[in-house]
């Protein structure tokens, strides 16, 4: 056993790592999640899915190439504390760790064929000042660990989104179409790319579709999604 690990132990005695999941205690060779959940994740397979349920919820919205997310969030689910975590409990390093694993699993398929760039969806820099980073950001760095696409910052939220809430899913489309734009800087490495667009969960899909569309105004831009979660759709 080497130091380092040596030292990682021992910080496990007196404070012990626990699964995000299920809340029992980490073994070393663990991370975020024991070996059991994710085993048992509930996860959808739509990357092998022709026109899946997520590709539907994009159809006669926004143009997209492909679109996967990696397990369902159901609020009932303990599952759903993994999008917690990362999103308001200060362990986005989660996120990275479940979009690699996600990245895996997903790379044989060929889903990641043809993607030139990972773009993160942003959260307004106010918000992402009170929570000190982008969750979002940690998943797009784990999908480019595995795969080596690299990820840029390039779209910025114009207004934060917090009056969504209260509107209803064709409102929220609406509200959310002008929020993004394309950072001018940007602008130039975006033309003619394939992107991958990454948000933490897709419910609606406004805010997503709405950064979509940012991203397709730039010339030849096609896009596709990954989240790392989608609700379920009846
Ligand atoms: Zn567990």
Redesign the pocket.
Known sequence: MNLKQWILDAADVVFPRQ?A??G?VLGSEEHH??R??MASMPVTGYHMVDFNPFEQLAEGRVPIEHATAYFFYDKQSPYVRIIHDAKYRNMPKIGRYIAAHAAREIQPSGFFNGIDLIVPVPIHFSKRASRGYNQTEYIARGISDITRIPVINAVRAAHAHNTQTNLNAQQRLKNAQHIYDIHPRHAGQLRHRHILLVDDVVTTGATLLACAEALRAVEGVTVSLFTLAIAHHN
């Open positions: 699964c999941v299920c029992r999640v024991c059991a959940c």
